[in-house]
Nanobody, 121 residues
Framework: QVQLVESGGGLVPAGGSLNLSCAAS????????MGWYRQAPGNQRELVAR???????NYGDFVKGRFTISRDNAKNTVYLQMNSLKPDDTAVYYC???????????????WGQGTQVTVSS
């Protein structure tokens, strides 16, 4: 089966950095759009960043140049480099991708299980 697995979350002090990774695995034909969303307690899930396979990235307004999304298409992996982290960045970060399985006729949306990012004051 197809799945997305995130890694790289953890506890960091304010001003610190984290690098999140998300790898798509399984019987995959192609991966198109990949991105990151986050959800903090009491808030809706919001876009952090997303990037198509061959296009430019777009970011949530709160990023303000602190985060950088990238991907390795050969590895079906997307990354999120987060710098100058703030306590407000504390959330569960979810990987998102549109993937067409080898046995599938259409691409569909997949979500990872999430990785916790906690930024202390």
């Amino acid at each position: 089966q197809v799945q997305l697995v995130e890694s790289g979350g953890g506890l960091v002090p304010a001003g610190g950095s984290l690098n999140l990774s998300c790898a798509a695995s399984g019987s995959i034909s192609s991966v198109s759009l990949m991105g990151w969303y986050r959800q903090a307690p009491g808030n809706q899930r919001e876009l952090v960043a997303r990037i198509p396979s061959g296009g430019s990235a777009n970011y949530g307004d709160f990023v303000k140049g602190r985060f950088t999304i990238s991907r390795d298409n050969a590895k079906n992996t997307v990354y999120l480099q987060m710098n100058s982290l703030k306590p407000d960045d504390t959330a569960v970060y979810y990987c998102n991708a549109f993937i067409r399985p080898k046995r599938g006729l259409q691409s569909r949306e997949y979500w990872g299980q999430g990785t916790q990012v906690t930024v202390s004051s």
